[in-house]
T-cell receptor, first 114, second 116 residues
Framework: KAGVTQTPRYLIKTRGQQVTLSCSPI?????VSWYQQTPGQGLQFLFE???????NKGNFPGRFSGRQFSNSRSEMNVSTLELGDSALYLC?????????????FGSGTRLTVV | AQSVAQPEDQVNVAEGNPLTVKCTYS??????LFWYVQYPNRGLQFLLK??????LVKGSYGFEAEFNKSQTSFHLKKPSALVSDSALYFC??????????????FGKGTKLSVIP
């Protein structure tokens, strides 16, 4: 079956702009989590969506937001971009929150803020 | 709060030799533990997980991990390293965050270099 699809793969944005990233989970998976990966901070949890509801949010400013659609596809949005937002953004798909079946990650979106 | 420690930033091993990448964890309750591998400019690729059962878990590409509850460790091992195993390895623990949600907490990662 198809894996987790993240689009776009690469993005270059200017400070102050906003950006929207997309994640299509594995068919049948209802949970989508987002992580930010930077060289300095490593992998950090952003938020998790399950059945169109945000169940959990990490320690990130309100500029970071997301949503999930009825088909489980998820988007995350970052407004008023800062240089420090440059990172690899990873989406993880799971059946119910990473239980017996674990998590499957997409290839990520590399965001560069200039 | 949960945490994961990978004490070695880098591990170098000769091709054909056994390799070990270390991981220790701290979490309330029974741990769900994972190992992922990341190649340059790629996402995380699942290697193996421990949920319950045998302490020795076998995973993809010949990797295995040993769960040790008393030492709160989950070290990744492979009997014979390949050059193609060179990558960044992450250990993670799944922890309950409330409201029916779980999240992964990752270690900082260990860069494995296999020398021909």
């Amino acid at each position: 079956k198809a894996g987790v699809t993240q689009t776009p793969r690469y993005l270059i944005k200017t400070r102050g702009q906003q950006v929207t990233l997309s994640c299509s989970p594995i068919s049948g998976h209802r949970s989508v989590s987002w992580y930010q990966q930077t060289p300095g901070q490593g992998l950090q949890f952003l938020f998790e969506y399950f059945s169109e509801t945000q169940r959990n949010k990490g320690n990130f400013p309100g500029r970071f937001s997301g949503r999930q659609f009825s088909n489980s596809r998820s988007e995350m949005n970052v407004s008023t971009l800062e240089l420090g937002d440059s990172a690899l953004y990873l989406c993880a798909s799971s059946f119910s929150g990473g239980g017996s079946y674990g998590y499957t990650f997409g290839s990520g979106t590399r965001l560069t803020v200039v | 709060a949960q945490s994961v420690a990978q004490p070695e930033d880098q591990v170098n091993v000769a091709e054909g030799n056994p390799l070990t990448v270390k991981c220790t964890y701290s979490v309330s309750g029974n741990p769900y533990l994972f190992w992922y591998v990341q190649y340059p400019n790629r996402g995380l690729q699942f290697l193996l997980k421990y949920i319950t059962g045998d302490n020795l878990v076998k995973g993809s590409y010949g990797f295995e991990a040993e769960f040790n509850k008393s030492q709160t460790s989950f070290h990744l091992k492979k009997p014979s390293a390949l050059v193609s195993d060179s990558a960044l390895y992450f250990c993670a623990v799944r922890a309950y965050s409330g409201a029916g949600s779980y999240q992964l907490t990752f270690g900082k990662g260990t860069k494995l270099s296999v020398i021909p």
